[in-house]
C-alpha cells in the first residue's frame, strides 16, 4: 500500500469528482454510468488491496533473483493486466466460433460490461486467496534460505574452488601470438 497510496489517493479523488458531476448532470443513462463507476471503485479497491498481498507472495516466490522491484510487476500482471487479456481472449473466441458456425452474434455492451467485472473480480479474489494462503509457508523458506548458516568448507571444496577460479582466468585471458 505504500508504493501505490498516492495513486490511489489520485484515483479515488478523479472517481469521486467524476461520480459527483455524474450526479449533478441530468440524463437517462445516468444511473448506469454512476453504477459502473461505482463497482469500478470497488474494483480498484480490491486491486490494490490484491496487489500488496501478492507483491510481497511474489517477491518471496523468488528470492535468488537480485531485483525485486521486477518480480513485483508480476503480481500487476495477474491482477490488473490478466482479466484484459482473459476478456479479449473470450470475445474473440465467442466471435470466432459463431462467424465458424455462420451465426450473427452481436452482444451489447450492457452484457459485457457485468461480464468483464466479474472476471475481473474473480481474478482479483483467486489471487488475493492464493497469496494470503501461500505467503506464511513461502516467508518461512525465505527465512530458512536466507538464515540458515552455510557448511564450513573442507579441503576438497577448497580445492575445487581453486581449480575452478584458476580454469575461469584462463579462459578469461585473450591468447596472444
Known amino acids: ?3 501505490f497510496r498516492t495513486l490511489l489517493a489520485l484515483l ?3 472517481l469521486g469528482a467524476s461520480l459527483v458531476a455524474l450526479t449533478l448532470q441530468a440524463g437517462p443513462q445516468r444511473l448506469a454510468v454512476l453504477t ?8 480498484l479497491a480490491l486491486q490494490f488491496y490484491a496487489l500488496g498481498w501478492a507483491g510481497m507472495w511474489c517477491v518471496v516466490k523468488a528470492p535468488e533473483l537480485k531485483q525485486p522491484r521486477r518480480v513485483s510487476s508480476n503480481a500487476f500482471f495477474f491482477i ?3 482479466p484484459g487479456i482473459m476478456f ?3 470475445v474473440v473466441s465467442v466471435q470466432f466460433l459463431c462467424w465458424l458456425a455462420g451465426l450473427v452474434f452481436s452482444p451489447r ?3 459485457l460490461v457485468p461480464f468483464f467485472f466479474s472476471l ?3 481474478n482479483s479474489v483467486y489471487w488475493l486467496r492464493r497469496a494470503k494462503r501461500e505467503l506464511p509457508h513461502e516467508l518461512r523458506l525465505f527465512a530458512f534460505r536466507r538464515y540458515t548458516p552455510r557448511e564450513p568448507v573442507t579441503f576438497f571444496g577448497r580445492m575445487g574452488k581453486m581449480v575452478g577460479h584458476v580454469l575461469r582466468r584462463a579462459r578469461a585471458r585473450p591468447v596472444v601470438t
Do not use: D
Open 80 to 82: 490488473v493486466m490478466l
Open 1 to 3: 500500500m505504500r508504493q
Open 88 to 90: 479479449g481472449f473470450i
Open 36 to 43: 459502473v463507476l461505482a463497482i469500478y471503485l470497488g474494483l
Open 12 to 14: 479515488c479523488v478523479l
Open 120 to 122: 475481473a473480480f474473480a
Open 109 to 111: 455492451p450492457q452484457w
